[in-house]
């Protein structure tokens, strides 16, 4: 079996957010593999920015880990109804680098979020703002994990067992859509 190379991407900046521990919980349940986690502290997306300065170093360094991968998992929050802005902003940088790192890209999404939802409203949007780019973005088994507060141990686990099950189904699957089993 080849180890391969996961990029993962949390839609919340926080370092101690539930979907950096899903997440990571994700990577460990997809192993072996290197992980990398990237960056998406970006400046907001301005086109006169780009213009002057080009793409960012931030945002390069991004679309080459994206590139490099096998495959990605990204974990994000329901803000307003919708992916959050970070992620939408990390998105639309990508979307001005040179070439399409996300084409048959294997992708896994998930969310965790305080309510009952565990982020359904996300997932869908960030289907929709993904459609551009054509990732292979893998259709299930869905993984939202919703009222966070009691669905994580100290060490960050996940407990929930329907939860649990489902992440580990996302990542065999992603596994073999990634061409690593």
Do not use: H
Request: net charge negative.
């Amino acid at each position: 079996m080849s180890s391969g190379r996961l990029l993962g991407i949390c839609g919340s900046l926080r370092a101690g957010s539930f979907n950096r521990k899903l997440m990571r919980e994700a990577a460990r349940l997809f192993d072996p593999a290197e992980f990398a986690e990237g960056d998406l502290r970006f400046p907001l997306y301005d086109g006169d920015l780009e213009e002057a300065e080009g793409i960012p170093p931030e945002v390069q360094a991004l679309a080459d880990q994206i590139a490099q991968a096998d495959a990605v998992v990204i974990a994000g929050p329901e803000y307003n109804k919708a992916l959050s802005g970070v992620l939408k902003n990390a998105l639309d940088w990508v979307s001005r680098t040179k070439g399409n790192p996300w084409k048959d890209k294997p992708v896994a999404i998930m969310s965790a979020t305080g309510g009952r939802a565990g982020g359904e409203r996300t997932q869908f949007s960030l289907r929709l703002a993904m459609v551009p780019f054509q990732p292979l973005i893998l259709q299930g088994p869905e993984v939202l994990v919703g009222i966070t507060d009691s669905q994580f141990d100290a060490d960050g686990r996940l407990i929930n067992e329907i939860n649990l099950k489902a992440l580990e189904a996302l990542m065999a699957r992603l596994r073999v859509e990634a061409r690593l089993t």
